[in-house]
């Protein structure tokens, strides 16, 4: 190893000192008369040396002078598909030819297949995958647990759901209200993990971690009912439901215990055991509004109104009123229990005013609004293009793969797709159109609901025409932020090419073991790249005490 830094970084001075930085703030000093290298790892990732500390530090992590990385290789493997696809299309114009090519070809998997149809060896290597996937799903967590910024929203979510879970009183301080307050607008669902964390360890990274950790069960829960009520494996679900979190837009929301993540995976959920489990889907639809997420109530809007048209039954209409309503007469019984004076019609009073006011609603200076000018003064207009992108388009492209698919949709869900369409429709108009701040966060209203719509798609075989089902893959591997252009290009023609072998039956299969073992891929890049592991131990001594103090929260924030 001691070679192999010499080679790099010249030979050692002789009052050379190793430097082992404690943490990523760590700024190594310049030394003016060490010539700047650029160093590059096979992974990915780069850096320039200006001292022999520094190359030294880097050396050791892996880092040397060749520029040659894994993505070199890709791009090679890119070309001999392109080449190989080239020749198999010449082979397509003619039967005989085709036939002994896709026979080499067919033989060959026949040959891989043999070695795993023992079931027992199935569920071992489905088993190692998921110790396998987890082990970087955790790092990965980790690491951007520590290094995001404090948030207030953070400490608000935190201590108000914390004293819930303690004795019901759902708060955060004066500061915001006080108890029941309408500004406490992520509710005991968006932190139940993070709760549990806090209580454990007064550790802040391992209270977000845990709370993703909470997402990450919810949504798997979710999918074993649902692969159970529908009679369908439940593999590939497990398997995406600990990766499809980092596909949304701004997860890290997730890490903050904000409220979105967690109630749109209930809510949209709750939609596809509606027509089995009408009663508890509502139930859970309530609660993912008024125990979650307020804004909410935007997508199950589009969604209702769609099951009204459809049905035109009062009785049940009221019937589906009361059994939604009750979750929330619980909370205001809750408050109405905690607060001495409790004013109800004064409290739906403000709801709605808060509602309607809001900073982001739009609502209040409607006839004001200009779409260019709002983009421009939003948080949208500092977006990158793949963002823009994935906001804006994918949402599109979304109701017309459900439209193209409708009456697959409906036979197997039974008469869900316009409620679909109408529940990303009218979040995403309200967020395009209305909302003067665009928060990134809030567009999770709908992506969550593109991105799980598209993926139980695929799951229960209801895109028919293989350009939709390729089209979602690709859709969702989009949505992915660890691969550049050229790779994401590599990917798609992979996957494309891998299509063209295999026949209706198979298709699924092939396109549910690509999605997950690259969106898993993506996950484990980081951990290559990054140069130190996150500490877990770093508390806020003012908050083990009390997190309702002042002190804490100006700790918190460092004030």
């Not at 700024?27 to 590059?40: E, I, S, T």
């Not at 080239?86 to 085709?98: A, C, V």
């Not at 987890?134 to 520590?146: A, G, N, Q, Y």
């Not at 909470?214 to 009679?231: A, D, E, G, P, R």
Request: net charge positive; with cysteine.
């Amino acid at each position: 190893m001691l070679e192999k830094i010499i080679s790099i970084c010249g030979s050692i001075p002789d009052s050379f000192t190793k430097i082992a930085p404690q943490d990523s703030s760590y700024v190594f000093a310049n030394d003016p008369l060490y010539p700047p290298l650029n160093l590059y790892r096979f992974f990915g990732g780069s850096a320039t040396v200006n001292s022999y500390a520094e190359c030294y530090y880097y050396a050791e992590l892996g880092f040397n002078r060749s520029e040659f990385n894994i993505f070199d290789i890709l791009q090679i493997l890119l070309g001999l598909i392109i080449i190989f696809s080239f020749i198999y299309y010449i082979y397509k114009s003619n039967k005989y030819n085709k036939a002994e090519f896709k026979k080499i070809i067919i033989s060959f998997i026949e040959i891989t297949k043999k070695q795993s149809k023992n079931k027992n060896n199935q569920t071992a290597l489905f088993f190692l995958f998921l110790i396998t996937q987890h082990f970087f799903i955790f790092d990965f967590i980790r690491t951007k647990s520590v290094r995001v910024p404090n948030f207030i929203d953070e400490y608000i979510s935190l201590t108000s759901n914390v004293n819930f879970f303690k004795n019901l009183d759902f708060t955060a301080g004066e500061f915001i209200g006080g108890s029941y307050s309408i500004y406490l607008t992520s509710g005991p669902i968006s932190a139940i993990g993070g709760v549990i964390g806090w209580n454990l360890t007064n550790s802040l990274s391992i209270t977000r971690i845990a709370n993703i950790y909470w997402i990450i069960l919810l949504q798997t829960i979710f999918c074993l009912i649902l692969s159970k009520v529908n009679k369908k494996s439940s593999s590939f679900l497990i398997a995406m439901s600990a990766v499809l979190i980092f596909l949304v837009p701004w997860w890290q929301g997730g890490i903050y215990l904000l409220g979105e993540l967690s109630s749109m995976i209930i809510f949209i959920n709750s939609i596809f055991l509606f027509n089995k489990y009408r009663n508890l889907s509502l139930v859970l639809i309530s609660i993912s509004i008024f125990y979650g997420k307020l804004l909410t109530l935007l997508p199950f809007i589009g969604f209702y109104f769609f099951i009204m048209v459809n049905e035109r039954k009062i009785k049940l209409i009221i019937k589906d009123f009361l059994i939604f309503i009750t979750p929330y007469i619980s909370y205001l019984l809750l408050a109405n229990y905690i607060l001495q004076e409790f004013n109800l019609l004064l409290f739906l009073k403000n709801q709605f005013n808060l509602f309607v006011n809001h900073q982001s609603s739009g609502l209040s200076n409607f006839w004001d609004l200009s779409l260019i000018d709002t983009f421009l003064d939003s948080e949208a207009s500092g977006w990158t293009n793949i963002e823009i992108f994935r906001i804006l388009l994918i949402p599109i492209l979304t109701i017309i793969i459900i439209s193209r698919n409708m009456k697959t949709i409906d036979k197997y869900f039974v008469n869900i797709s316009r409620s679909l369409i109408a529940s990303i429709l009218i979040p995403y108009l309200w967020f395009w159109v209305l909302s003067p701040t665009k928060w990134i966060r809030y567009s999770q209203h709908f992506t969550v609901i593109c991105i799980l719509v598209l993926l139980y798609l695929v799951n229960f075989d209801l895109l028919k025409n293989k350009f939709d089902l390729v089209m979602t893959i690709i859709f969702l591997l989009s949505l992915t932020d660890y691969y550049d252009s050229t790779i994401f290009i590599l990917i798609t023609f992979i996957f494309v090419g891998l299509l063209q072998f295999k026949n209706d039956h198979k298709r699924y299969d092939y396109s549910k073991l690509f999605l997950v073992v690259i969106i898993t891929i993506g996950i484990v890049i980081p951990y290559f790249e990054k140069d130190i592991f996150g500490n877990l131990n770093i508390t806020i001594e003012e908050c083990t005490r009390n997190l309702l103090d002042s002190e804490c929260r100006n700790a918190y924030m460092g004030e």
